[in-house]
């Protein structure tokens, strides 16, 4: 397993498909994830800070998680088939471990919330990460040619079938 962050939530000005983007906290991968707008907002707004008057959906599950006397331990993007990725959420409810499957962007909305770690297998990685083709090149200054790659990418796979190559704005 490999600890990641999220890095962005990046949404096409043509389609306005979502796209959040781990990257590794150790390392050199990226890996985007096509999401809901809602999840990516709810993402971006608790990336960027803002509080919101009303607990969104996400805020919700945090607050039931507590007052059930659990912790969200960490959260884990465990597998990935025809394009779609699947996401365990692993509770520590008082010293014992529980599992729950779950979308990986409510997962990944909750950990940000939560600030536990995201962790992805190694598996997942290996099929859908992409790299920075300088070693020596920084993420921010990485980040056009990164997804420029990555929408080539799409062309060639076909996959999500509305991804045509298109620029990408920066939510969070």
């Known amino acids: 397993m490999v600890q990641m962050t999220v890095h962005s939530v990046r ?3 043509l389609t306005q498909n979502r796209v959040v983007v781990l990257t590794e906290t150790a390392g050199q991968r990226y890996l985007p994830i096509w999401i809901g707008a809602d999840v990516a907002d709810a993402i971006a707004l608790q990336l960027q800070g803002v509080e919101m008057a009303r607990p969104l959906t996400h805020d919700l599950l945090r607050s039931v998680i507590e007052v059930l006397g659990a912790k ?3 959260v884990l993007v465990n597998d990935i ?3 779609t990725f699947f996401a365990r959420i692993i509770f520590d409810v008082a010293g014992r471990y529980a599992e729950v499957d779950s979308r990986p962007s409510d997962a990944l909305a909750l950990a940000v919330r939560v600030n536990c770690p995201i962790l ?3 598996n997942v990685l290996e099929e859908a990460a992409l790299v920075l083709e300088d070693p020596g090149e920084s ?3 990485g980040d056009l040619g990164l997804f420029r790659q990555f929408f080539d990418q799409l062309e060639q796979d076909g996959s999500p079938p509305e991804a045509d190559e298109e620029p990408t704005q920066d939510l969070a």
Do not use: G, K, L, M
């Open 11 to 13: 949404v096409s000005p």
């Open 72 to 74: 969200v331990d960490r």
């Open 81 to 83: 088939h025809d394009n």
């Open 120 to 122: 992805v297998e190694e």
């Open 139 to 141: 993420p921010a200054e």
